[in-house]
């Protein structure tokens, strides 16, 4: 999914986390008020947020709506990892468990949906 309006409304903040002792920065942004939902962007060289803000800018009527920018893309740090399954299963599951206090509904483009589906 693609927005036409790629310019930002939402609340940047960072997510400190760390993946085998060594700390990374992921950059997600955070938009309207009301019962969660989490946005995940696909997986592509040129992947990030923005590519969410138009269905979270529509979504953020109703609801507080979270993307983050994947490990290694966007403004989200690109350590010199190995990338693989792993990382990214439990970057989605510590990034849920520290930033939501309650059941959050996870909207996800692309090959994001498997990681959603698995965690």
Known sequence: ???TDDTSTGIIREFQWNWKKQPV???Y???GMGKPILLLPSFSSVSSRSEMYGVAKHLAQYYTVVIPDWLGFGQSSRPAFDYRPALYHNFLKDFVKAIFTEPVVIIAAGHAAGYAMQW
Do not use: A, L, Q, R
Request: glycine residues 0%; aromatic residues 12%.
């Open 1 to 3: 999914m693609t927005s």
């Open 25 to 27: 920065t992921v950059v």
């Open 29 to 31: 942004e955070t938009f």
